[in-house]
């Protein structure tokens, strides 16, 4: 894991089978750390079996219903 800016992660996953475990793992560890709800934080894929997860500005309505 590394920590890009205090707000984003990068992952390299490389098990296949351990995908969605591990990044609803660190979207709650994120959303933790940021005192935010987990829809506040955006996944990309940002190569082969990179993701990055980062947090949404303060400026991003979160809907509620």
């Known amino acids: ?9 990068t992952l390299k996953i490389w098990d296949k089978a351990a995908l969605h475990h ?3 793992s660190a979207i709650s560890d994120l959303s933790a750390r940021h005192n935010t709800t987990t ?5 990309t ?3 082969p079996n990179t ?3 980062s947090v949404h500005g ?6 509620t219903a």
Do not use: N, Q, W, Y
């Not at 303060?58 to 809907?63: G, H, K, P, Y």
């Open 1 to 9: 894991m590394t920590f890009d800016a205090p707000d984003s992660v």
């Open 51 to 53: 993701f990055t997860l």
């Open 39 to 43: 829809c506040r934080i955006a996944v």
């Open 58 to 63: 303060e400026d991003r309505a979160l809907v």
């Open 45 to 47: 894929c940002s190569g």
């Open 22 to 24: 591990t990044l609803d």
